[in-house]
């Protein structure tokens, strides 16, 4: 085969044609490098906050907290972020076409290229741009217009929540309040299908899952949260400009597949979505307080710390909360329907519902058929098919001529993030059985039932860590009092329409009267279950009276068989005297039946009187009896929280 | 003749088992592979709520963001086709509840969906408050609401125009 002259002069120039086009992605990747390491982009901010690069915490040096291998495209790019960046820009050059289960890297890092190809203006002539459809599609679906820090209430029954929760909801453009619902939401939590409370806890502690990111209709979360685990809702509207909000969801694109190792306390869902915020606005430090625990409602007050962050906030009202108020407001004749009209043993052809006018009937029906979804969403279904009792209710309710009322629920006084701080340190002194001392006291987190109760769940207390260091004056000199390292205690008022049991348990140490008249510290397990009401109006009332059935265990080499098992009534009142001073006269005894048996008994009064949101007062009174041997207490005590 | 009237005997079964199928992809939520299952056996009681809730998600595909086409939802988002179907499926009980009174949030929030102009909203209202007992038929599931509520607007002069949008 012979080519002509020109023809081969021709392939020749082809040829020369051809080859700088292939030799010049890498120069022109030398090139990008070359001016990466002179502008030192791997030093920025922005790109340690994308990558989620944080400080080692002995040696120098960074890791990422992804776990995910696929997150870095450098096989050392978890630790060293120059490597990554320049893997990353050579990445940028891949012709991988996008498909339904591919992306080019382009487009499963967008935010980064769309960061660097802002420092380093990428000609696209030399670095083809990736048009990224799915990215395309996906933000057009979402259309953003801004984003809402969406803030669960706690909810003590259920162990992943017991502090709240937080997530992030992308407003559209097309919304508004009425239509919020149709808005999404981006949650970050541990991927699992684990339904045992004990082990979900024990690998929650242990980072044993993978957290990730997904994203949802709002509707569902307001579902879950309002109706079905009746916890309130709080929305703060974040004032970020489009730009950030951009970049925020352009980082959720990449986060798509990548998991972190998700832990309880401190890497758990508000501390990413912190994360989030930081990427879209990197002048923000939200991260750096909690480096050892993030509490939703705290990562919820740092965000509102920052100076005109948040614009505005909503409360949602659960479906309980709801219920709970419109029922307040009812007249008797209306409430004694309720619960007949709710369980099926009434029916609207009764007289006593008839002969209301038609605005009172309105109002019976919807409230009843709010009763009925709470019975079915807590599992106490009156009847056999609730769906079909709804309908009834509901249809009753489409004849009635009456607009809609839907009184609005008063939103609480104080937010979740005007509560008082979660950690709390006490000084005081007093006098226990004869003896005078002073005492520290500190508990890390998070609330108990004397505290200020604005912003927290009423009723709800979780403590970690509680501990107590006494010096008396003479004799004892300097001990520690008890340690408490975990203390909860949920006591739900009841009433004609609502059941809740009430529980508590805590586990530690404190000291313990034996018949020598020392005082160990003993190891101690106790709770169980109890009940509560509101005294005297049952829908209306604060003041709250419980009683408890505790079972205790306590083990010690000093006690008669190294241990004592035992079970008795402690009941209590909660009064709220004022809004500021609250009261809570109580008394306990026990009877220890094995081991080291004794009947020991205590009866006191806890005041507590808040001086402003984070300082109180408080002072303890009570007369205990253990081993036969009775003595007073009495202390005096300044509280800060912070 | 005969073989004539065979042909159009076989292309009419063809045709009918053709429509069929359409209509079992169109508006059937149960093709989806999630929505009213999410709902099922939520009794309330702790674990059960927990393997679906706020911290421990289930493992499920759905709604993770980059997954490609998944059910109802391509990279996450519910794909437009689904959206009136999926947003029904998720609010059933609170869309009856608004429906029967003639007002609400997620009332609101449908009418959005379907592009119910603000001039018609009180026409739409009233018309689903009275017809709340057709649209939600005595254990009726999601794709049988979503087709009652469509032939409940079709034959409203007004708001005829929204049914084809559902």
């Given at each position: 085969m012979s080519f002509p002259l020109r023809a081969r002069w021709t392939l020749l120039c082809l040829l020369c044609l051809l080859a700088p086009s292939t030799a010049s992605p890498a120069t022109y990747l030398d090139e990008l490098i070359g001016r990466s390491r002179e502008q030192r982009l791997s030093e920025r901010r922005e790109w340690h906050r994308l990558m989620h690069y944080t400080s080692n915490l002995v040696t120098p040096g960074v890791h990422s907290l992804a776990d995910a291998r696929r997150f870095f495209l450098a096989p050392d790019g978890k630790t060293d972020p120059q490597s990554e960046l320049e893997a990353t820009l050579a990445a940028f050059f891949s012709d991988i076409v996008e498909t339904d289960k591919e992306q080019n890297p382009q487009c499963a890092f967008i935010a980064r290229y769309s960061w660097l190809d802002q420092q380093l203006r990428f000609d696209s002539a030399r670095l083809p741009r990736q048009p990224c459809k799915r990215f395309r599609d996906w933000r057009e679906t979402l259309n953003p217009q801004g984003v809402t820090l969406i803030f669960p209430a706690a909810s003590l029954n259920n162990p992943s929540s017991m502090y709240g929760h937080t997530l992030l909801r992308v407003d559209a453009k097309d919304q508004d309040e009425k239509t919020r619902l149709l808005a999404y939401a981006i949650n970050y939590a541990a991927n699992t299908d684990e339904t045992n409370g004990i082990a979900f806890a024990i690998n929650g502690l242990i980072g044993g899952y993978p957290g990730m990111f997904s994203i949802m209709p709002y509707y569902l979360k307001v579902r879950e949260y309002n109706d079905m685990e009746n916890r309130d809702i709080w929305e703060y509207q974040l004032n970020l400009t489009p730009e950030e909000t951009d970049r925020l969801l352009m980082h959720a694109w990449e986060l798509g597949p990548i998991y972190f190792d998700y832990y309880f306390f401190d890497e758990n869902c508000s501390y990413?979505?912190?994360?989030?915020?930081?990427?879209?606005?990197?002048?923000?430090?939200?991260?750096?307080?909690?480096?050892?625990?993030?509490?939703?409602?705290?990562?919820?007050?740092?965000?509102?710390?920052?100076?005109?962050?948040?614009?505005?906030?909503?409360?949602?009202?659960?479906?309980a909360t709801v219920i709970h108020y419109r029922l307040g407001l009812m007249s008797p004749d209306e409430l004694a329907l309720i619960n007949p009209l709710a369980r099926g043993t009434a029916s609207t052809a009764d007289r006593a519902f008839a002969a209301l006018p038609p605005t009172s009937q309105a109002r019976v029906l919807e409230v009843s058929?709010?009763?009925?979804?709470?019975?079915?969403?807590?599992?106490?279904?009156?009847?056999?098919?609730?769906q079909e009792l709804a309908r009834k209710l509901l249809l009753e309710r489409s004849r009635v001529a009456a607009g809609a009322e839907d009184p609005p629920v008063p939103v609480p006084p104080?937010?979740?993030?005007?509560?008082?701080?979660?950690?709390?340190?006490?000084?005081?002194?007093?006098?226990?059985?004869?003896?005078?001392?002073?005492?520290?006291?500190?508990?890390?987190?998070?609330?108990?039932?004397?505290?200020?109760?604005?912003?927290?769940?009423?009723g709800a207390q979780i403590e970690f860590f509680d501990f107590a260091v006494r010096d008396y004056s003479r004799g004892v000199g300097v001990r520690v009092e008890d340690i408490t390292p975990l203390k909860i205690v949920s006591i739900a008022p009841r009433n004609e329409f609502f059941q809740p049991l009430s529980w508590e348990i805590d586990v530690g140490w404190a000291r313990r009267r034996l018949a020598d008249g020392s005082e160990p510290l003993v190891f101690g397990v106790n709770g169980g279950p109890g009940l509560a009401w509101t005294v005297p109006d049952t829908l209306r009332s604060k003041t709250m009276i419980y009683g408890f059935l505790e079972s205790t265990l306590q083990a010690n080499t000093r006690l008669d068989k190294n241990y004592a098992l035992g079970i008795g009534p402690a009941i209590g009142a909660l009064i709220d005297l004022t809004g500021r001073w609250r009261a809570e006269p109580y008394a306990r005894a026990q009877w220890f039946f094995a081991g080291d048996t004794d009947t020991p008994w205590a009866v006191g009064l806890k005041q507590r009187y808040t001086l402003e949101r984070d300082w109180a007062l408080r002072l303890d009174i009570s007369r205990e009896r253990q081993e036969k041997q009775s003595w007073n207490t009495v202390l005096l005590s300044l509280h800060h929280y912070f | 003749m005969r073989k004539i009237l065979i042909a159009v005997f076989l292309s009419v079964v063809s045709a009918l088992a053709f429509a069929q199928k359409a209509a079992a992809q169109q508006n059937n939520i149960g093709t989806c592979g999630w929505g009213a299952k999410l709902f099922d056996g939520q009794s309330g009681v702790a674990p059960q709520v927990l393997a679906v809730t706020t911290n421990g998600t289930s493992g499920n595909q759905t709604f993770g963001i980059t997954t490609g086409t998944s059910g109802c939802t391509q990279d996450g988002v519910v794909r437009s086709t689904w959206k009136t179907a999926m947003f029904i499926d998720g609010n059933k009980e609170r869309l009856a509840r608004d429906m029967s009174i003639g007002n609400g949030e997620t009332l609101d929030s449908l009418a959005h969906l379907i592009g119910v102009r603000q001039e018609d909203r009180a026409a739409f209202n009233r018309t689903v408050q009275a017809n709340v007992s057709r649209i939600f038929a005595s254990g009726s599931t999601t794709d049988q609401v979503v087709v009652a509520l469509k032939e409940v607007l079709g034959s409203d002069r007004t708001l005829a125009q929204y049914a084809a949008s559902i």
């Open positions: 990413y979505l912190l994360e989030l915020l930081e990427v879209a606005r990197p002048d923000l430090d939200l991260t750096s307080p909690f480096r050892w625990w993030a509490i939703p409602s705290d990562t919820v007050r740092e965000i509102v710390k920052q100076k005109g962050l948040v614009k505005n906030t909503v409360y949602r009202p659960s479906n058929h709010d009763y009925l979804s709470y019975l079915r969403a807590t599992g106490r279904s009156p009847v056999e098919d609730p104080v937010r979740p993030d005007e509560g008082h701080g979660t950690s709390r340190v006490g000084i005081g002194g007093g006098r226990r059985d004869g003896l005078n001392f002073v005492e520290l006291h500190g508990r890390p987190v998070y609330h108990d039932l004397m505290d200020p109760e604005g912003g927290y769940v009423p | -």
